[in-house]
């Protein structure tokens, strides 16, 4: 009798036994993973659960989910990151505008940097007399959410804005983000279910992988994405241009709703003199925009940083130079430019300072500066 055919069949259900065992323990997993969530989080058992959540597109731009949390995340009634409002009753409201860095990341709640400012603010000059609105949202470029601004000036009438940007959001741009039409993010065609689980996996393999793996990893992925195109040596000078002209934008905008601007530049954990580590948080920054090398990363910051100086001279806005301050310190930070609640709130004491004497002295001088009036008429909205 042939044999063959019974071999075949044999493999064939081992081959489908083993399957259906990877399949179980995947669900089984998942499962797993979900249920955690919804003890630790009360989140939903089904569907989505994650970061992208806390946020929703509108036809003036991504704004905060109303009562939205995320983990550790939670927005209040009015979409922010922190407490609920309060009643408008004479306090000085502060508007922190900016991205991730501003949003908070790394740190505990209540430790992010809007909220150090505030608990500084009170604690120099005079208790609960400052309110600072957590206006963060992450990947908001500076000249992107403009009317963001001027919803806040309408509806919270702040006294200061601070304007904290990421430069690294103009990688490869060549136009400003400010007085293009705001674009709405088209709905997938197929909506496919994330495994909660894999991300449990992909951040438990970044604890066990020793650094060095790691970076090889990256320049993997790096090498992978950028197989077909053009690496930047050096950040572009229209990068640069857009950047200068969304600054102006944003400091009219803060003017125009009745609020005195301050702008700050970026800090991050590269400081002077390389350290041994730096190749290796340099790479996580890079997969990030992997069409730049890791050298030109650090140009970007510089040259922006410098564009935030002039245009604060410029402009006649006061900065504050937490580039200068805080960075080479990687105490203060939980990756190349997330803060850690010590960076946190260091930021808040530097802002505070800043703001207390702003609020004394007045702006250096609140005459619009060169290139200004263009930034308003674009930015109207």
């Known amino acids: ?13 081992r081959t489908a036994l083993w399957l259906v065992l990877a399949v179980v323990c995947a669900a089984t997993l998942e499962t797993a993973a979900r249920v955690d969530d919804w003890l630790s989080y009360r989140a939903p058992m089904l569907g989505t659960y994650e970061m992208s959540a806390l946020f929703r597109p509108t036809p003036r731009g991504w704004r905060g989910v109303p009562h939205a949390s995320y983990v550790k995340w939670a927005l209040n009634a009015e979409g922010f990151r922190g407490p609920e409002l309060k009643t408008e009753a004479g306090q000085i409201r502060v508007v922190a505008y900016g991205a ?11 430790m992010e940097f809007p909220r150090a400012l505030e608990r500084n603010l009170n604690l120099r000059l005079a208790p609960d007399e400052f309110e600072v609105i957590n206006a963060g949202v992450p990947g908001m470029r500076v000249g992107s959410g403009i009317s963001f601004l001027y ?5 919270l009438h702040p006294k200061v804005v601070v304007i904290y940007p990421t430069p690294t959001h103009y990688v490869g741009v060549t136009h400003p983000y400010c007085g293009r039409p705001i674009m709405l993010p088209q709905p997938p065609a197929v909506a496919w279910p994330k495994l909660r689980v894999a991300e449990r996996i992909k951040d438990r393999l970044k604890d066990l992988l020793p650094a060095a793996g790691m970076t090889m990893l990256r320049e993997i992925a790096i090498a992978w994405s950028v197989r077909h195109g053009r690496i930047l040596d050096r950040v572009q000078p229209q ?4 950047l200068d002209t969304d600054l102006r934008c944003a400091v009219a905008a803060a003017r125009e709703i009745g609020a005195i601007p301050i702008l700050v530049t970026h800090a991050n954990r590269f400081g002077p003199k390389p350290r041994p580590d730096d190749y290796y948080w340099l790479t996580g920054w890079r997969l990030q925009y992997p069409e730049i090398r890791q050298s030109a990363l650090l140009d970007l910051e510089a040259s922006a940083n410098a564009r935030v100086r002039t245009v604060a001279e410029q402009e006649h806005v006061r900065v504050v130079d937490a580039g200068v301050v805080l960075s080479g310190d990687p105490a203060n930070f939980a990756d190349h430019a997330h803060f850690t609640n010590r960076g946190a709130e260091k930021m808040g004491i530097l802002l505070a300072g800043a703001i207390a004497e702003t609020l004394v002295a007045g702006e250096p001088d609140a005459h619009p500066g060169p290139g200004s009036s263009a930034a308003v008429s674009a930015a109207l909205p």
């Not at 009798?1 to 259900?13: C, I």
């Not at 991730?100 to 209540?110: A, C, M």
């Not at 990068?239 to 857009?242: D, T, V």
């Open 1 to 13: 009798m042939d044999s063959a055919p019974q071999e075949k069949l044999t493999v064939f259900r």
């Open 100 to 110: 991730s860095e501003t949003f908070g990341i790394y740190e505990d709640p209540d």
């Open 151 to 155: 919803d806040l000036g309408r509806e």
């Open 239 to 242: 990068s640069l241009e857009a």
